[in-house]
Structures are given as structure tokens and as C-alpha cells.
């Protein structure tokens, strides 16, 4: 193993290469089982691609240090094995700077959704390049000075800048961080927040001095193999860490499957413990349903609108139904509680209103862009002029056939026997109050004392007829 610092192939070596290997099998796990076990329906926009982006720098990240830092012993011969490929690009921009531009990006969404109660006005494919263009231009300036020797050393004057880029990212998440502290999150954002802020100061601090000790003492042939040893843990500890500490998902923890009561919440009323928003108990109440009455009335009963729904979804246009319905859970929400009145507003707009969401309702592209640019998420008539425009569509497309249909006899059907049961408790209830044995008055026509005056004897076949 002589030579090994400069070689690579030191027994440290394979042990951090092992740490880093496992380290991305169990981020893998991490990303993919609530899925497949707990078949988690997979997000759209941003909280899916945010994820996985993160998921691609972290492999960026590790393969770049096994293969600039000489972990494995190999000979640079071709130019995909190039220092520059590998210590400034695929480190930089594709590792470190993805990882902290995602959670930097993250981290804002939240400050202008909580704090400036409107959404980010960039998207996500466009503000992540914007964070990543300080990286893209060091890389490419390091690419044209060449100041890396053939053991992909850069040396101080340029390795203590490169440093700073990780720094300051730090620093700008801690800044956002504080500006928020003061908003009591639902689910825990901010505590995971600072904990993804904690595991990247230590991370980076223990990063920052290795990296140094190793590009600026090529020479010490301990200290390189230590530090690099050091610089691959480090990140295989900091990308699982990382990723864990989600903060995007608050519905559905994507990535703790640990916390299997996230799971049994189905809708996002009842994540938020809005009342009457779970499933159809025995005690809501039955309406006599009049199709000459308003739609919006008849909706208005919990009963008929799920039976509306079931209807709508199997003509394929159940989008408009579950946009009402989700309304009628957000106007329970006091507007004395802005906080929880955001949480809903930004699920219904990821849902129904943003270009391409899942369940994309059909309304005008002003009240679309009215929602889409509002100044106010918590403002009470926010969903005002959707829910009419909605209401005109379902009136001309879905009423009318509803009312021949098999879902409402079904609902007249489920709506008497309901009745009939209802009518059945209250008779028996009042025979149950109301009967001879329980009506003690003796001024009582009726009254009976059926406590036998003599003890029944049990000599003869009829003595309890006597």
C-alpha cells in the first residue's frame, strides 16, 4: 500500500467508499418506500421534482469525491476522468450547489407563503438555475485558469474561495429561517428547518477544514488520507441527513416512514383537524332533496355532495365536485387562523388551479391568474369567483343528468331507509321511556307491581305461570 495517499487504495479509502455506499442504498430506501409500502400517491410539481433533485446531487456529490479524491486506485486516461469534470463541476454546481439550492429554495417558499401570504412568483425550474448560476460561473472561471494539478489539487488562493460558496448558502438559509420563526407551522417546518440548518453547519464546518488541510498539505501523506477519508463520510452522513430532514411535505411525510399516523390522513382536512371533514359518520343529516332547489343549496349537505361526487367522477369530470368540496372544508377554517386557512388554500391551488395540476379545474384564465397572484392566500373570497364560474359549468354539464341517474335513486333509496330508521329509534325510544314497568305512581291507571309477593317455588312445572 506504499503510495497509497497518492494512488488512492488505502484501506480508509475502502471503508469510506463502504460508508458512501451504503449511505446512498438507505437514501434510495428513504425515497422510495413510502411509496411502494404505503402506496403514497406520488406529488406533482416542485414536491416531487425539489426531492429528486436532491436525491441526483447527493450521487453527484459522493461519485465526484471517490473520483477526484483518488479513493479508488485508477489511472486517469480517458476524459471523462478529468479533475476538472469531476472536482469542479460535478462537485459544484451538480453536488454541493444543487443540495443547498434546493433547501435555499425551499426555505423561501415558506417565507413568502407564511410571511408574504402570496405564492413564490418564480417557479421552481426557474429559480433553481437563478441559485445555481454563482456556482455555474466559478466552475466555468476555475475550468479557464486551469489551477488544478494532476492529483486534482487547487491549492489555497482558490480552494478558500470555493469554500465560500457553501458558507454562504448556510448563512442565507439561516437568514430566511429567522425571519420565520415567529409562525407556529402545523407540521413542524420550522423545527425541521433548523435541524436541516444544524446538520449542514456541522457538516460544512468539518467539509470546509478538511478541504483546506487537504488541497493546501499534499504533501503529508497521513493528512491526505485522513482528510480524505474525512471529506467522503462527511458527505455520505450529510446527504441521508439532509434528505431526511424534510420540510415540503406536510400532508404525507415522504420520507420518515416511521411515522405511519401520516399515513392513515387521507385528505388535507384532516391533517388540519377541520371538523367534519373525514369520512361519512351515521349522524350527518338527511335532506329532502328537491331538484328545483339551487345546486349550491343542495350541495351544501354533505350526503348529496358525495353522491354528486361518485356521480361526476364516473363521467371523468369529478374535478369541479372536489374543488367545492375542499372550499367548504377551507371556509370552516376562522379567518382569525390565517396560518391554517394558508396550508389549505396552497393544497387546493396545488390540486386544482396551477397549470398541469393533477386535478386541473376548467375556469377562466383571469380568475386563474387572480388566485395564481393574489397578495392575501388567507383572504375569505379568494376561491369566490371559481366556485361560481364551477357551479355555472356543473349546472349545464352534470345536473341535469344526475337526476336520471342510478347514483341519485340510489341516494332516495339510502335517504328513506335513513328516515325509516330514524322514525323506528324514536318509536322505540318512546316505548322504552313510556312502559307499564318503568311508571311507578300508584295514582296510575296502569300501574303493576311485578315483584312477585311470594318467592316462586320450583317444585311444580308451573309454578312461575302461576
Known sequence: MAGCDVTGG????????????????????????????????????????????Q?????????????????VRFHRRHWWQSCYLWAVWVNGP????????????????????????RLFPVRSYISLPLALL???AWAAILHIKQPLNN????????????????????AALVCVTKAIHHIEFKFHELKDLWRGILVTVFSIGAWVVSYVLHETHEEIMWLQVTTRCVLLVVASFLVVAFFSISFSQPLVSLININKKESFSIKTMGEALGIHDSGILSQDDPTLD????????????????????????????AGESVHFYDEVQ??????VNDPVKRIYMVRHIIEKYISIGAPMEVNISHKTRQEILTTVDLAHPDLFRNAVNELLQLINMNLAKDYWSSMFFLKFKEDSAMRSVDHELEQVNGWKHSLRPSSIHCPGDPFYQDHIPRDPPSHDGQGSYLQ
Not at 451538480?94 to 407564511?114: D, E, K, M, P, T
Not at 355532495?305 to 363521467?315: Q, V
Open 94 to 117: 451538480l453536488g454541493f450547489g444543487l443540495l443547498l439550492s434546493c433547501r435555499l429554495i425551499q426555505a423561501v417558499h415558506l417565507y413568502c407563503v407564511f410571511i408574504k401570504r
Open 134 to 136: 454563482p456556482w455555474v
Open 289 to 316: 332533496i328537491d331538484p328545483n332547489e339551487p345546486l349550491d343549496k343542495l350541495l351544501l349537505n354533505k350526503r348529496f355532495r358525495l353522491s354528486f361526487m361518485e356521480f361526476a367522477d364516473s363521467c371523468l
Open 329 to 334: 372544508q377551507l371556509e370552516k377554517i376562522s
Open 151 to 170: 492529483r486534482c489539487h487547487m491549492g489555497t488562493e482558490w480552494a478558500v474561495p470555493y469554500m465560500g460558496f457553501p458558507v454562504l448558502y448556510t
Open 55 to 71: 436525491i441526483l446531487a447527493s450521487f453527484n456529490l459522493l461519485l465526484s469525491l471517490v473520483m477526484s479524491l483518488h479513493v
Open 10 to 53: 488505502c484501506p480508509s479509502d475502502y471503508v469510506a467508499l463502504s460508508v458512501a455506499i451504503i449511505s446512498f442504498i438507505l437514501l434510495l430506501l428513504r425515497s422510495t418506500l413510502p411509496f411502494i409500502i404505503h402506496k403514497v400517491p406520488r406529488p406533482k410539481g416542485s414536491s416531487f421534482w425539489l426531492p429528486t433533485i
